[in-house]
């Protein structure tokens, strides 16, 4: 019994290996996108590939937001297995470009011309040491308020465009008995909140100098203690069981009107699309009140790993499909994002997305687009969790005071250089 | 006549027959032969290993293994951080909870798995039944109860909110939600897993106990409590360090139980060891940092575990 | 030359010697008994005849033939364990059956030899259970029908009678007893039993710390111990052995026993060993078995050498066919066999005789016997 | 306080005392019995609502209308990636990987166990130490040494694929994930194996060995025959781990076709976007969870005995 099964597997592994021969018409593809919209979304790209005659072997890990999906990326990398591309964010890229596993896409970006469509800002992820290594598959923008309109029509609310604005705003809500601010409350959530204040706060000089080049005059600055005490303020406004809540319960909570606002990344519009909502009649997107011009961003890329010379062929169709018009516009409606290359015509995109895709325009050409560190594009992973642990014991009150905050995360930063 | 020693078998009337001298050497070396695959692999792939992640702390590695030794700067870090308890460190929160999760992981689960044992011990109909109960959790991974322990425990969904709806309002329960508590949440789960195999051990271990030595206490009248107290739990001794050893190595391996109940808890504050270096090794890509701290873990874990290997295999010496 | 013979044998485990150079000797049809308290080495001893553990040095020898390297089946022995080792998940059958099929001997052979070995044993009824619906006295023929079954050159016993009752251990000492004469075949026999040893043996070796410490006929054994330990470990009751002192001159040396309260006894010695005399005054050991120290009338008619002496007696013992009498002589309790109907009281004073030709003495310095 | 307690004793004593103190056993007992079954309960109580019902009502509830949809969803038709087709494709992933992993590792315990307790040599204690203290290393800490050992195997399957037309299964993932649990359960199994043939009766081996039996035919017709309560507690022991495993099985064999159930179910629970479908969660939980439950609740009765039989003595 035993034997039979070992040679079995034997047996068909190495049949399965000896079927290729010349070029292997298969991209393997590792993500987390294994849920609802966003495995609608890349279902697209899958059909596109294989119209091409690309078969698709789908390697998905979910959890953690990437990070199981990394850890078996780690694992597949140590073995020698590169996948063909594989789901990545911002340095990570990098690192694993540093460490020489990264293919060459250089030749179809030229073709297709990728380095004039895609933002600059975006190519810094994307292209290391001239070579580029990664399609870029979207931009996301952080600095978004996500409103329930029914609630906002009943408080008579208007849009806020000021921090000041939007405690009014929240204060209104709280006294008609809604839940303010919808929050998860882990670390990643929190952080990616604290950024947009941070912006509100100080400004996009401040921002990029603070989260972006990390200058500590600017980390342990006056502003960015201001900074802390705006987060405290709004803090106050979210309900006592935020703790812990996945960010889609958090959207969920705004969707059923249970709560006002949530900032969140523009992501959750895909939440507010699979509930069937439009926006302006159903939801509002508003950028975070004093954030308006600029945009923090991040965004999904696909990792083009170094594979030998027979994937090579699919690996570029899969670059090419990913960065092109049609995909980037179907893409990008469902998941909620805004196209990664400033080219694609906005005709299918709803109110939010051809904001959205306007934003990233002006931003990118205004000098205004900044990584944002909470998720993974102001600086490296050991910065950007480094990061989020202060402002989570700051939210959840290990750290106290916002000048106990500013002394933490100048060293917690220092730590993790 | 001459004496002629075993090691020397190339007397005359042995070489006459090579063949049968070759097999029964081998047959003599048979066992260490079968056994050396094991060995070998142990030798490679735990302690290969173990001297690889030490060799890794001393290094800057980063996302990658970077095999220049730069000194001890992981070990100062984690040294550093032993002692920043306010705000507390990742690490020094890390490191307490591992105190109070072990203590309470651990002393609970004696004290229930003994409990439930003694009770299920006292002939017991449905024993069949309740067995299993006690028993399957152990079989679930957390990926698949985690979800229904973090609903029970959210106060707006579980245990609070039900007593609320049924009338009982002011009840609270929102540790899982608490910085200062959420540890406790973690005891709850982890006992809920493991308690009941500890309690087929100690039951097992009951049942091993002659008879005669109850039946000799309770002529000598001892009451019930004293017969346990006196007479069968100092005879379980070997019953509760094995159970010792099972519970300390699923306490220092507990990872998922934190993950799937608390994603970490609020503000990180219910991380294990085994989740900061994780976290650092994989997701901070502090390579160094946590490879230092899985090489703290095992020195730990040697300190419990070595002593009492050494006590218990010297105590047969043959 | 002896069908079993054992030269200079050691074992060592590191540094620990197990066994410090034995040297055995058995005939054809022999029964050698090794008996020795627990931990002399006696089962090492056998074990390393049954090649179940390795020897650090010397030979073993069956029928001129050494066999120190060989696998234990290829020894052509066959061995009865004390916990019978009967194995839990076979039948009877397969159990007596489990050697030959490892020999590959044919089903049918196999079955016939498990038939007459049933016959013999009067087990054919228990053929098919398995071991664990055996009592002990059954199990305990199984075992030996396992061994039987062989047809060995050589029979080891490890301790077999150990694990049954008073009774049944008679009864299975006699079977084996009966067994050897009708077989003929060689035995080596481990027990710490000395009845078991007197009775069933032709030769026993008296072992301790792993040596043989005298080997020689049950007579042998029982009226000549070379040592202190044989003499005290042979023999139920066991020997009294005195503290004394020589007195007396020249020719005419006498033992002077201590006693409590009142004057030493001094007792002629007709034909003392020779060596005896070099302990002129000084402390001796003087054996004596309680079988030669009795109630005068009961003394062996035909001794040469009959001292008597008024003992005090402490403690009297009826054991139907004899009575045991406790006397303190020397310091020691010390013990005498009296008739069944010696009219003794404790408390009382009473001649005993001392069969002086049964006598022996020890040099307490060496424990060596005085000859 | 004592006058008015005796005589209140005494009313319920007599014949009573034992069954009051029967009823309080038996009510301790049904009371952890509830502790140890409510998140069985609630999990099964979901897996057969509808989401409307799961997000208006209490998770307590029994279902208003129950319904198998879920069941089925989750069995057939929910999404692990891409591919919509349930998770009843992974279960026999799981199972060619954990059958040989479970088997190999109890055999190779058995033998290990087997040699360290009747044919002992020098530094034996050393040995099944150094094995022992292996059960504690924390996998984490292995994951990458032992991807870069996989994929060296891999490489060297290709070059023997390449020169014999066959590859030994080097390289294959499930191979590995076998592998890798061999490696890392062998401690425990040597273990369990080991405490047990400690008490195992030696004479029955030297009574094998006079009887003509080798090395292995002792190990197959003596020792293994007789070792069936251990070999109990070290298959359930084992098969839960294996069944159970995330981290490995997500490392080593995250691609499609040798994806594990674990692997497969936590791509369909583990999801951060979109309506969660706690029914069909609930429900693909409880199928994943099936053979480990089956295993515990039909050999429960045989782990304990196989505990009392040896494993638990130190």
């Not at chain 1, 790209?45 to 698709?56: N, V």
């Not at chain 3, 002589?329 to 001392?354: E, H, M, W, Y």
Request: glycine fraction near 8%; aromatic fraction near 10%.
């Amino acid at each position: 019994m035993l034997r039979k099964l070992l040679i079995g597997t034997a047996l068909g592994s190495g049949l399965a290996f000896a079927a290729h021969a010349q070029d292997v018409k298969e991209v393997e593809m590792l993500h987390w996108w294994t849920s609802g919209g966003e495995a609608a979304a890349l279902n697209v790209l899958k059909e596109d590939l294989a119209k091409q005659g690309f078969a698709w072997k789908d390697v998905p890990v979910a959890g953690g937001g990437g990070d199981a999906a990394m850890t078996a990326l780690k694992a597949m990398v140590a073995a020698g297995n590169y996948p063909t591309a594989s789901q990545m964010l911002g340095y990570t890229v990098l690192d694993y470009a540093a460490a020489g596993v990264m293919g060459d896409l250089t030749e179809a970006a030229v073709k297709e011309g990728w380095d004039k469509s895609v933002p600059a800002a975006l190519q810094k992820f994307s292209v290391y040491d001239g070579k580029w290594v990664a399609a870029p598959v979207n931009v996301h923008s952080v600095n978004w308020l996500w409103i329930n309109k029914a609630v906002m029509d009943k408080i008579g609310g208007t849009e806020p465009k000021t921090f000041d604005e939007f405690i009014a705003l929240l204060d209104k809500a709280k006294a008609a008995g809604v839940i303010p601010l919808a929050l998860g409350g882990q670390n990643w959530q929190e952080a990616t909140m604290f950024d947009s204040v941070v912006l509100s706060t100080g400004g996009p000089e401040f921002y990029k100098k603070a989260f972006n080049d990390l200058d500590e005059e600017q980390l342990k600055s006056d502003t960015m203690k201001k900074s802390f005490d705006n987060l405290a303020k709004l803090v106050t406004y979210v309900d006592p069981n935020f703790s812990g809540r996945d960010w889609n319960l958090a959207t969920a909570m705004v969707i059923k009107g249970d709560a006002l606002v949530q900032v969140m990344g523009d992501w959750a519009k895909g939440e507010f699309n699979a509930a069937k909502k439009t926006p302006g009649t159903d939801f509002l997107c508003y950028r975070f009140p004093g954030t308006d011009g600029s945009v923090v961003y991040n965004s999904d890329m696909f990792g083009m790993f170094d594979v030998p010379e027979e994937r090579k062929a699919a690996q570029v169709a899969l670059a090419t499909a990913t960065l092109s018009k049609s995909f980037q516009s179907a893409f990008n409606v469902v998941k909620g994002s805004v196209p990664a290359r400033t080219d694609v015509p906005d005709t299918d995109f709803d109110a939010c997305g051809k904001k959205g895709i306007a934003d990233l325009k002006a931003a990118n050409e205004g000098g205004t687009l900044f990584g944002s560190l909470a998720q993974g594009y102001g600086a490296p992973p050991a910065v950007a969790n480094a990061y989020k642990d202060v402002v989570s014991k700051f939210v959840h009150g290990q750290i106290k005071t916002s000048d106990e905050a500013v002394t933490q995360l100048v060293n917690a930063i220092e730590d993790a250089k | 006549m001459t004496t002629v020693t075993t090691q020397i078998k190339l007397t005359p009337e042995h070489s006459a027959r090579p063949g049968a001298s070759m097999r029964s050497r081998l047959q003599d070396a048979l066992p260490k032969i079968v056994l050396a695959p094991s060995f070998a692999i142990t030798i490679v792939f735990v302690y290969g290993f173990i001297l690889w992640t030490v060799y890794l702390s001393f290094t800057n590695s980063k996302t990658f293994p970077s095999y220049a030794l730069t000194g001890p700067r992981a070990y100062q870090r984690l040294w550093r951080w032993t002692f920043e308890s306010d705000p507390p460190s990742s690490w020094y929160t890390s490191i307490t909870n591992m105190g109070i999760f072990g203590f309470l992981y651990i002393f609970i689960c004696l004290a229930l798995g003994l409990f439930l044992a003694i009770l299920l011990d006292q002939k017991i109909r449905g024993e069949g039944v309740l067995r299993p109960i006690y028993l399957y959790p152990m079989a679930l991974s957390f990926i698949v109860t985690g979800v229904a322990w973090k609903w029970f425990l959210d106060p707006g969904l579980g245990l609070e909110q039900t007593l609320h709806q049924w009338g009982w309002t002011s009840f609270h329960f929102d540790w899982i939600k608490n910085k200062d508590f959420v540890i406790y949440t973690v005891v709850i789960a982890g006992v809920w897993q493991a308690s009941g195999f500890i309690m087929a051990m100690f039951l097992a271990g009951l049942r091993g106990i002659d008879g005669e030595i109850m039946k000799a206490a309770q002529i000598d009248g001892a009451t019930t409590f004293q017969l346990y107290r006196r007479i069968v739990i100092p005879l379980l001794r070997p019953v509760f360090l094995s159970a010792f050893i099972v519970l300390a190595h699923l306490a220092i391996k507990s990872y998922d139980l934190v993950v799937a109940l608390t994603s970490g808890g609020p503000g990180g504050s219910a991380w294990l060891p085994s989740n900061f270096m994780y976290e650092y090794t994989f997701k901070r890509n502090e390579m160094a940092v946590g490879s230092a701290s899985a090489v703290i873990m095992l020195m730990t874990i040697t300190a419990i575990i070595v002593p009492y290997l050494y006590s218990e295999l010297r105590e047969k010496p043959r | 030359m002896a069908f079993l013979e054992i030269d200079g044998l050691r074992k060592r485990f590191g540094s620990v010697e197990i066994l410090k150079g034995i040297d055995l000797d058995l005939e054809k049809g022999g029964f050698l008994v090794l008996v020795g308290p627990s931990g002399c080495g006696k089962s090492t001893l056998l074990n390393t005849i049954a090649g179940l553990e390795t020897i650090t040095e010397g030979e073993i020898r069956v029928d001129g033939r050494t066999i120190n390297d060989l696998h234990p089946s290829k020894r052509d022995i066959a061995m009865v364990f004390q916990s019978y080792a009967l194995y839990p998940n076979m039948t009877v059958a397969g159990n007596i059956a489990f050697g030959m099929e490892m020999r590959g001997v044919p089903a049918q052979e196999r079955q016939k030899a498990i038939d007459k070995v049933a016959k013999v044993l009067q087990i054919g009824h228990l053929l098919q259970r398995k071991p664990s619906q055996l009592s002990g006295g059954q199990r305990q023929r199984v075992a030996m029908g396992r061994a039987l079954v062989r047809d060995p050159k050589l029979f080891l016993f490890d301790e077999p009678l150990s694990n049954l009752d008073a009774k049944l251990r008679v009864d299975m000492r006699i079977e084996i007893k009966r067994l050897h004469a009708t077989t003929g075949t060689t035995i080596v026999y481990v027990t710490h039993d000395q009845i078991e040893a007197m009775t069933l043996a032709t030769k026993i070796a008296v072992m301790r710390d792993g040596e043989v410490q005298q080997f020689g006929t049950p007579a042998e054994i029982y009226n000549n111990p070379t040592n202190l330990f044989v003499a005290d470990f042979m023999g139920s009751p066991a020997m009294n052995l005195i503290p004394a002192t020589i007195g007396g001159n020249g020719n005419a040396l006498s033992v002077v026993l201590q006693r409590e309260a009142r004057e030493p006894i001094s007792l002629a010695l007709a034909d003392a060993p020779t060596g005896l005399s070099a302990f002129h005054s000084k402390p001796i050991i003087f054996g004596v078995r309680p079988e030669a120290l009795t109630d005068p009338e009961g003394a062996e008619r035909n001794a040469s050498n009959i001292a008597t002496a008024d003992c005090h007696i402490e403690v009297v013992e009826p054991a139907g066919s004899d009575t045991f009498a406790v006397t303190n002589l020397g310091g020691k309790a010390v013990v005498a066999r009296l008739r069944a109907d010696a009219n003794i009281q404790p408390g009382t004073s009473t001649p005993l005789a001392f069969n002086l030709t049964k006598a022996v003495f020890f040099d307490p310095a060496t424990e060596n016997r005085i000859l | 306080m004592s006058v008015i307690a005796t005589p209140a004793r005494q009313s319920t004593g007599g014949i009573s005392a034992r069954t009051v103190n029967r009823i309080l056993i038996y009510s301790l007992l049904a009371l952890f019995a509830l502790f140890y079954l409510m998140p069985l309960f609630v999990m099964l109580v979901t897996s057969f609502k509808t989401m409307d019902e799961i997000q208006s009502g209490n998770m307590l509830a029994l279902p208003q209308a129950p319904t198998f949809e879920p069941w089925l969803k989750a069995w057939g038709e929910t999404c692990v990636g891409l591919t919509c087709a349930g998770i009843k494709g992974y279960f026999w992933n799981s199972i060619k990987m954990v059958v040989p992993a479970v088997l190999i590792s109890t055999l190779l315990g058995a033998l290990n166990g087997y040699v360290l307790t009747k044919w002992r040599f020098r530094g034996h204690t050393l040995v099944f130490g150094l094995m022992l203290f292996a059960c504690f290393i924390p996998f984490q800490s292995v994951l990458l040494p032992m991807a870069t050992i996989l994929g060296s195997l891999g490489r060297f399957g290709v070059t023997l694929r390449n020169a014999t037309g066959f590859s030994f299964g080097l390289g294959n993932p499930t191979v590995n994930l076998v592998f890798v649990h061999v490696v890392y359960g062998l401690g425990f199994t040597t273990l369990f194996f080991r405490n047990y043939y400690e008490a195992f009766p030696t004479e029955l081996v030297k009574a094998a060995q006079v009887d003509g039996a080798s090395f292995f035919q002792i190990f197959r017709r003596i020792m293994l025959p007789n070792s069936m309560p251990i070999f109990v507690v070290t298959v359930i022991y084992q098969f839960t781990n294996i069944w159970n495993d995330f981290l490995f099985a997500s490392a080593y064999a995250g691609t499609g076709d040798a994806m594990p159930m674990t692997v497969a179910l936590n791509n369909v629970v583990n999801t951060s976007t979109g309506v969660v479908e706690y029914n069909v969660n609930m429900a693909a939980a409880m199928i994943a969870a099936l053979p480990t439950l089956l295993v515990y609740v039909v050999a429960g009765r045989y782990f304990v005995r196989g505990l009392m039989a040896g494993a638990v003595k130190g």
